[in-house]
């Protein structure tokens, strides 16, 4: 079953009208059961800013929430979803995972397979059958962000870029239910993850394919047409995150000088979420890893955070507001270990927008 609270309830606009069936405007900050999935065998969930969505054991997929922008995948113009319906576009899939962006989503099947929803600008969702065209936010700004300096209090001056090019593309074209990606047939996909309006796929081959938009130079790859294309990695890429606007992947390194996994990181880097210096819109390695193997790693809107295979957590990026959990609000340049979890053994450790949970083994 499942269990919603806070952030990750769907808010409605109405104050006396239920969330899933049973939420109540004072009841938001408390988990309450999610209503509509009794009789789902729920064996994993996920959620984006507007919406939430739940797997069957059967590969069945279920989402809730509102987006205008087709991200619930219900079919043309259905941008509301109070109570959890399934995905019939999916109906005949096993999905074992779904990742949302800004807009988009993105659904890997057990057998390999990827579909895709949402916008279709700048080929985010690969092409499933529609012409693709540059997104209007890389075209307007016509810069790379990374190109671009801001003081360290004009935080909110890239975003504010970025709001207003999504502003330029509410008419872009929507596919409002998944689609098979066309040019990923034959081709066995691994791992998906999508950023604010980028995504990751890791294919089985271990190739790292990144489509989009590059704004921030998230894609982490020379060559910028459209689709997925392969991103510009030297290693061998085992596991793939994002955040806002930057990419991360944990990577076999086999080297003169480097042995064993390491973290590779590219994109946004305005509050040092990549954890290192040198270029970035290319995927580089973060040192520092010297006797630690990174298991995990994850990003949020301009912070990171890594799980090594000792149990500890490292953190690095934008410290605002306490989200690194280091005691300040000062940033981290490179990955720093959150020492006050050192008597115990952390399992799992995410990074939401501005915020990370953090899972142990007591």
């Given at each position: 079953m499942?269990?919603?609270?806070?952030?990750?309830?769907?808010?409605?606009?109405?104050?006396?009208?239920?969330?899933?069936?049973?939420?109540?405007?004072?009841?938001?900050?408390?988990?309450?059961?999610v209503?509509?999935?009794?009789?789902?065998?729920?064996?994993?969930?996920?959620?984006?800013?507007?919406?939430?969505?739940?797997?069957?054991?059967?590969?069945?997929?279920?989402?809730?929430?509102k987006?205008?922008?087709?991200?619930?995948?219900?079919?043309?113009?259905?941008?509301?979803?109070?109570?959890?319906?399934?995905?019939?576009?999916?109906?005949?899939?096993?999905?074992?995972?779904?990742?949302?962006?800004?807009?988009?989503g993105?659904?890997?099947?057990?057998?390999?397979?990827?579909?895709?929803?949402?916008?279709?600008a700048?080929?985010?969702?690969?092409?499933?059958g529609?012409?693709?065209?540059?997104?209007?936010?890389?075209s307007?700004?016509?810069?790379?962000?990374?190109?671009?300096?801001?003081?360290?209090?004009?935080?909110?001056?890239?975003?504010?870029?970025?709001?207003?090019?999504?502003?330029?593309?509410?008419?872009?074209?929507?596919?409002?239910?998944?689609?098979?990606?066309?040019?990923?047939?034959?081709?066995?996909?691994?791992?998906?993850?999508?950023?604010?309006?980028?995504?990751?796929?890791?294919?089985?081959?271990?190739?790292?394919?990144?489509?989009?938009?590059?704004?921030?130079?998230?894609?982490?790859?020379?060559?910028?047409?459209?689709?997925?294309?392969?991103?510009?990695?030297?290693?061998?890429?085992?596991?793939?995150?994002?955040?806002?606007?930057?990419?991360?992947?944990?990577?076999?390194?086999?080297?003169?000088?480097?042995?064993?996994?390491?973290?590779f990181?590219?994109?946004?880097?305005?509050?040092?979420?990549?954890?290192?210096?040198?270029?970035?819109?290319?995927?580089?390695?973060?040192?520092?890893?010297?006797?630690?193997?990174?298991?995990?790693?994850?990003?949020g809107?301009?912070?990171?955070?890594?799980?090594?295979?000792?149990?500890?957590?490292?953190?690095?990026?934008?410290g605002?507001?306490?989200?690194?959990?280091?005691?300040?609000?000062?940033?981290?340049?490179e990955?720093t270990?959150?020492?006050?979890?050192?008597?115990?053994?952390?399992?799992?450790?995410?990074?939401?927008?501005?915020?990370?949970l953090?899972?142990?083994?007591e």
């Amino acid at each position: 079953m499942i269990y919603l609270c806070s952030s990750h309830l769907y808010h409605s606009r109405e104050p006396n009208k239920t969330i899933g069936g049973i939420f109540k405007r004072d009841s938001w900050n408390a988990p309450k059961r999610v209503e509509g999935l009794d009789h789902v065998n729920v064996c994993a969930a996920f959620a984006s800013g507007v919406i939430s969505a739940a797997i069957g054991s059967d590969g069945s997929v279920w989402v809730w929430g509102k987006s205008k922008r087709g991200q619930l995948g219900l079919g043309k113009g259905i941008i509301e979803a109070i109570t959890p319906r399934r995905v019939e576009a999916l109906a005949r899939e096993k999905i074992v995972k779904v990742s949302f962006g800004w807009g988009h989503g993105l659904a890997l099947t057990e057998d390999g397979k990827l579909f895709g929803w949402g916008y279709l600008a700048d080929g985010r969702i690969g092409n499933v059958g529609e012409a693709l065209e540059a997104s209007l936010l890389d075209s307007s700004a016509n810069i790379s962000i990374n190109d671009k300096q801001f003081s360290g209090s004009e935080l909110d001056v890239a975003e504010k870029m970025v709001l207003e090019g999504m502003e330029k593309e509410k008419d872009m074209p929507i596919s409002w239910e998944p689609r098979l990606v066309e040019e990923l047939q034959g081709v066995e996909v691994k791992d998906i993850v999508c950023g604010l309006d980028h995504s990751l796929v890791l294919c089985r081959n271990g190739t790292l394919l990144s489509s989009g938009s590059n704004v921030y130079g998230q894609l982490g790859r020379a060559k910028l047409d459209l689709g997925f294309l392969p991103v510009d990695l030297t290693a061998h890429p085992v596991s793939i995150a994002s955040g806002l606007g930057h990419s991360l992947a944990i990577c076999e390194v086999l080297s003169s000088d480097v042995e064993g996994m390491s973290i590779f990181s590219w994109g946004w880097n305005q509050c040092s979420q990549l954890g290192r210096e040198g270029q970035e819109n290319l995927p580089l390695m973060i040192e520092g890893w010297e006797g630690e193997a990174p298991i995990s790693v994850s990003g949020g809107r301009v912070h990171s955070t890594a799980v090594t295979s000792n149990g500890e957590v490292w953190v690095w990026g934008c410290g605002k507001n306490g989200r690194l959990g280091l005691g300040s609000s000062n940033d981290e340049a490179e990955p720093t270990l959150l020492d006050c979890l050192e008597d115990f053994k952390v399992v799992q450790a995410v990074s939401g927008f501005d915020h990370n949970l953090i899972l142990v083994d007591e």
